[in-house]
């Protein structure tokens, strides 16, 4: 069997019985709380290795070195686009400053860094085009970058969402293939900055799972004050191919803006598997601003069983009897005790803890604004609230 085959087959075996035999968990009454371990600050503007750091979109735990892979979502603006690695030491009592340990650019196929948007070339390839970074995980079999970036879609420019790999020194291996649907056309597809925030790995590393920020224009508005948005969840093999899709209901927005008619957005800005062995469950990270009141974050756990395959259904907006993901509230970060609630938009699952807790690691895109921070915390999951 081709060592590409068999991760398909695995993949399948997993979404069709494995994840069901999880146990089920404690009841609400002996939950323990889900707390704040600690948080630190990055100074805005921080200069490191000839970079700017900050607009840190996500965040994953490299088992390799101990330490964490981190991108930025600068658009090659400031510098090219780029990631990090850092150190944060988290136990169950606290955690350490955060220190970084290097920096490199992503490579275009041609081996040169990504162009800023005012210098792009539309006559290259779109794999050599400018990118908006949002996500990069850890190849848990190589040890390689899997990151994603949302394209672009203006009057003048369309650049389809990809998901990228790459070596741990930035050099471009490959572009997985996406969904038809999750393509630009002009009256189709993503939304402008609504693309492709989250992707995870799970099912071992066989699978690739990955979420739209936003509805897609066929799918849909967006959220409003008291509707919620629908977006997709795809689930694909790790050399590309894509087994499925399902219905991500969205919360409201939670406030009006001030002024009324001011800019108000929410979407889904991180998703992490619970458990490499379930191919089913899943964090998302809800992340809403609304001008005049500020940020809102919230952690929910989903659970993708019985929910209807979407993937050939053209329009979520016209569909019928389409079966949404399942989803619960695991947190909300109003509720942990930070310093400020800002521009939450990376999870991973750091170092576990005594007692049966799981440390989960956020981090915030400061935008590179000065009224903004650059805010690393650690909160500590206790395994019966999962």
């Not at 992707?199 to 509707?227: H, K």
């Not at 069983?305 to 109003?334: E, Q």
């Amino acid at each position: 069997m081709s060592p590409r085959v068999l991760p398909t087959v695995l993949a399948l075996a997993l979404i069709g019985g494995l994840a069901a035999a999880a146990p089920a968990s404690a009841t609400e009454s002996h939950q323990r709380p889900i707390r704040l371990i600690g948080e630190k600050i990055v100074p805005n503007s921080l200069p490191y290795q000839g970079t700017i750091v900050g607009g840190l979109s996500s965040i994953d735990y490299d088992p390799r070195t101990g330490g964490y892979a981190l991108i930025c979502d600068d658009r090659s603006a400031i510098n090219p686009a780029r990631f990090y690695t850092a150190t944060f030491p988290v136990t169950a009592k606290g955690v350490g400053d955060v220190t970084f340990t290097g920096t490199k650019p992503f490579l275009r196929p041609d081996g040169t860094p990504y162009p800023p948007l005012t210098q792009n070339d539309p006559a290259k390839p779109q794999n050599e085009q400018t990118i908006d970074p949002e996500e990069l995980r850890v190849d848990p079999w190589t040890g390689d970058y899997y990151w994603s970036q949302e394209g672009e879609r203006t009057a003048t420019t369309l650049i389809d969402p990809s998901i990228r790999e790459a070596r741990r020194d930035g050099e471009y291996v490959r572009d997985l293939p996406i969904p038809a649907n999750e393509k630009m056309t002009p009256t189709s597809g993503p939304r402008q900055n609504l693309v492709l925030e989250g992707i995870t790995f799970t099912g071992f590393g066989a699978l690739i799972a990955s979420n739209v920020e936003g509805p897609l224009l066929q799918d849909g508005p967006e959220s409003t004050r008291t509707t919620g948005g629908v977006s997709r969840i795809t689930l694909q093999g790790r050399y590309g191919p894509v087994l499925a899709q399902y219905a991500y209901p969205q919360e409201p927005i939670f406030a009006s803006p001030v002024p009324d008619g001011a800019f108000a957005t929410t979407g889904v800005s991180s998703m992490l598997a619970v458990d490499q062995a379930d191919p089913t469950k899943y964090l998302m990270m809800e992340r809403s601003f609304v001008t005049g009141v500020g940020n809102k974050v919230r952690v929910y756990e989903i659970d993708t069983k019985g929910a209807t395959n979407i993937l050939n259904v053209k329009s979520l907006a016209d569909a019928k009897n389409v079966k949404p993901v399942k989803k619960r509230l695991l947190f909300d970060a109003a509720d942990l005790g930070l310093s400020t609630v800002d521009n939450l938009e990376g999870m991973t699952w750091g170092p576990k803890l005594p007692g049966g807790e799981r440390s989960l690691v956020i981090v915030s895109d400061n935008n590179f604004s000065a009224t903004q921070v650059t805010q690393f915390a650690a909160v500590a999951v206790p395994s019966e609230r999962l």
